[in-house]
Nanobody, 116 residues
Framework: QVQLVESGGGLVQPGGSLRLSCEAK????????MGWYRQAPGKQRELVAR???????NYTDSVKGRFTISRDNVKNTVYLQMNNLKPEDTAVYYC??????????WGQGTQVTVSS
C-alpha cells in the first residue's frame, strides 16, 4: 500500500557527495519512521540512518558527521545527504518506511559506488 521511489545513486570519487531521495506514495499519512539501509556484496543489510515523523534522526556510527538524513512530510520524501564518501560506503542503498503498527515497505534500491 506504500510504494517507494528512490533516486540519486551513482558513481562518485572518494571525498565526494551524493544525495539520495525516496518518495513514499500511498498510505503516507500512516508512516511512522523513514530510513535508509545499505547492503554491500557479501555483507548483511545494515541500517544507515532513520528519522522519526517528528524529525529526530539516528545514525550508525560509521556515517556520523558525514551523512545527514532529513524528511519532508509535505512531499512525503526522505533524503540522505552523503558527504565525504569513502570506498567502504559502496553498497546498494534501500529506502524503508515503517507504518504505525509495524508494517514495513522497501524501496527498489539504488547503487552507490565510491571509487577512484
Amino acid at each position: 500500500q506504500v510504494q517507494l521511489v528512490e533516486s540519486g545513486g551513482g558513481l562518485v570519487q572518494p571525498g565526494g557527495s551524493l544525495r539520495l531521495s525516496c518518495e513514499a506514495k500511498g498510505r503516507s499519512f500512516s508512516i511512522f519512521t523513514m530510513g535508509w539501509y545499505r547492503q554491500a556484496p557479501g555483507k548483511q543489510r545494515e541500517l544507515v540512518a532513520r528519522i522519526t515523523r517528528g524529525g529526530s534522526p539516528n545514525y550508525t556510527d560509521s556515517v556520523k558527521g558525514r551523512f545527514t538524513i532529513s524528511r519532508d512530510n509535505v512531499k512525503n520524501t526522505v533524503y540522505l545527504q552523503m558527504n565525504n564518501l569513502k570506498p567502504e560506503d559502496t553498497a546498494v542503498y534501500y529506502c524503508k518506511v515503517d507504518l504505525f503498527g509495524g508494517r514495513g515497505y522497501w524501496g527498489q534500491g539504488t547503487q552507490v559506488t565510491v571509487s577512484s
